[in-house]
Structure formats: structure tokens, C-alpha cells
């Protein structure tokens, strides 16, 4: 098995609060099956309520496939989610896992008291089975997705500042990669 990572960083002009109420909850779930129909036809939660053992069903658009991911960890004080695919997506190309990671840290300027920005870090971990091909690890990668949600950034938060950053997608990258 060979275990791989990788990893971004990206600022965006609100807080983390602001940030974390966002991905913190179901509402990147329904924002992306709204916003997002070229690359998923349906997000379906199909058990918990958002904390520590949810379970999405996620149909990708085009017939491209279905998977089930869990909430592995949400933890409201730091800040960090982890959502793990436990079912079809890129299981069934090679790997053995599939994480998300995504932790909002709020950043603070020296010269000011609080902040009206975060950063959003992400990180994929990943395992490739050893009978998979020997390209497998290729897969996983934060440039194509980036690079098209990018292109279709649309505010997502009361405030009209906070866009969605594809790397906390773990469902929209098992079809974009």
C-alpha cells in the first residue's frame, strides 16, 4: 500500500467563524448540489445530522457515478472536519482511502485585535491498494479541481465574501481528478 498526501492553503477575506459555519455544517453539501450541477445531480443525506458519523450520497452528474462519504470528525472549537469516502468514488479505482481534511484558522494581523479573514487548509490523504495500477496515486491532485471551481467561484455566505474553495470537496474531487 502506498499512502500519499497533499495539501493547500488558501486566505479568504472572512472569518473563520463566518468560514467554519459554512463548512462546519450541511451547507457546503446543499451549496454545491445547487451551485454546482455540472458536477453533481445529487447530494443525499442519508444518515446523522451533520456532526461525527453523517453519511452523504452523492450522485455526480453525467452518469459519472455515485459515492458515500462520512463526517469522520467535526470538531466545532478547531475548527476541523474530516470527511472520509467509505463508498464507490475512487474506491473503486485503486485506493483504499480517501480523506479530507479542511481546518479553518483564523488569522490575525499584528496590528489589529481580531480579523476579517481565515485560512482554509486542506489536505487529502490517500492509499493506494497494492494491486492497483501503478498510476493510481496520479488520481489524487488539487490542480484540476482548483483550477475549475476557480473558474465558477460564486459567494456563498450571507455576506457575499466567503467562495467556495474546491479542496474541501472531497465528493467533487472523485470525479474532477
Given amino acids: 500500500m502506498a499512502i500519499g498526501q497533499v495539501s493547500h492553503e488558501l486566505e479568504v477575506n472572512v472569518s473563520a467563524s463566518e468560514a467554519?459555519?459554512?463548512?462546519?455544517?450541511?451547507?457546503?453539501?446543499k451549496f454545491v448540489e445547487q451551485e454546482?450541477?455540472?458536477?453533481?445531480e445529487k447530494v443525499e443525506l442519508i444518515q446523522g445530522d451533520g456532526g461525527v458519523g453523517s453519511i452523504l450520497k452523492v450522485t455526480f452528474?453525467?452518469?459519472?457515478?455515485v459515492h458515500k462519504e462520512k463526517f469522520t470528525k467535526v470538531d466545532h472549537e478547531k475548527r476541523v472536519k474530516e470527511v472520509e469516502v467509505i463508498e464507490g468514488g475512487l474506491l473503486e479505482l485503486g485506493l483504499s482511502l480517501y480523506r479530507v481534511r479542511f481546518e479553518i484558522i483564523e488569522k490575525v494581523e499584528a496590528d489589529y485585535s481580531s480579523s476579517s479573514c481565515c485560512i482554509i487548509k486542506t489536505t487529502?490523504?490517500?492509499d493506494v491498494k497494492e494491486d492497483a495500477a501503478p498510476n493510481t496515486s496520479s488520481l489524487v491532485s488539487l490542480s484540476?479541481?482548483?483550477?475549475?471551481?476557480?473558474?465558477?467561484?460564486r459567494p456563498i455566505s450571507s455576506t457575499n465574501n466567503l467562495y467556495l474553495y474546491p479542496g474541501s470537496l472531497s465528493f467533487v474531487?472523485?470525479?474532477l481528478i
Wanted: no cysteine.
Fill in 20 to 29: 467554519w459555519d459554512l463548512y462546519g455544517s450541511l451547507e457546503l453539501a
Fill in 36 to 40: 454546482l450541477p455540472n458536477l453533481t
Fill in 61 to 65: 452528474a453525467s452518469g459519472s457515478g
Fill in 124 to 126: 487529502i490523504e490517500f
Fill in 144 to 153: 484540476i479541481p482548483s483550477k475549475t471551481l476557480q473558474r465558477s467561484q
Fill in 173 to 175: 474531487f472523485s470525479y
